[in-house]
Every structure is written in C-alpha cells, then in structure tokens.
C-alpha cells in the first residue's frame, strides 16, 4: 500500500487536539484556508454518524506561489490537507497529505516543485512531531 499522508497518534481528545493543531500548522507558517467538518456534514447529508473530524486546508502563500509559478496545475492538489480525526475519548490521529506524494502526482516537477515540496514536507513533519511533544 502506498503511504500517502504523513501521520501521529496524540493521547489527547479530539477538541484540544484540534485546537493544537491550528496552533503548530501557524507556528510553521501555514493558515488554515478551509475547514470540512467530516462528522457534521455527513450527518446532514446522509444522516450517518461518524467519529469527529475535520479536514483543515492548509496553505504557506509563499510555497503556494512558488509552486504556481512553476506549474499553475498544482492548484488542483493545493491547500495541504491535514485530517484531525478521533480514536476515541482520549486518542485522536492527525494526518497530512505527503508533499512527496504531490511530487509523484505532478510528473514533470522539477527543481521548483521540489524544493516547495521539500520545504511543506520539512514544516508539516514538524508540526507533527511538536504535537507528539506537548
């Protein structure tokens, strides 16, 4: 199976993690551009209950622009989606799409597209791994 999110599994409930979330993607630089409430609209449009989560759209502008230059087709993988979803009462997961995951979708990248995706890679994988530490 290919692996095509970067990932960490907090002991934390879902409602601080998400809120730790926000504050390590801003601490590296990203805005949160979208927010998808998983849970919420599938129960309103298909009346299911699933586990809370949430799909953060993630964007640094200046990677962003950097990557339109070089290829204005990588808007349709952009923002970095980053999934906060619960485990359970105290667990919950958070998973990034993989910038290197990016680069083997976009073919033709070149240096440009590398070094952005580089650069998301080296930001996300640390907002990870500061989740892991508080």
Known sequence: MTQYTLETTVPRPYDETVEAV?????????????????????KAKLDVDV???????????????QALQADPSIAALLP??????A??????????????????????????????ATDARQRLTAALAALEKN
Request: proline share 4%.
């Open 51 to 65: 586990a809370p989560q949430i799909i953060l759209g993630a964007c640094r502008p200046q990677l962003a622009h």
């Open 80 to 85: 970095c989606n980053v999934v906060v979803r």
């Open 22 to 42: 926000r504050a390590e993607l801003a601490a590296a630089g990203f805005g949160i551009l979208t927010e998808i409430d998983l849970k919420a609209t599938l």
């Open 87 to 116: 485990l359970d009462d105290t667990t919950t997961v958070v998973e990034a799409f993989d910038p290197d995951a990016m680069m083997s979708l976009a073919g033709h990248a070149g240096d440009t597209l590398r070094t952005v």
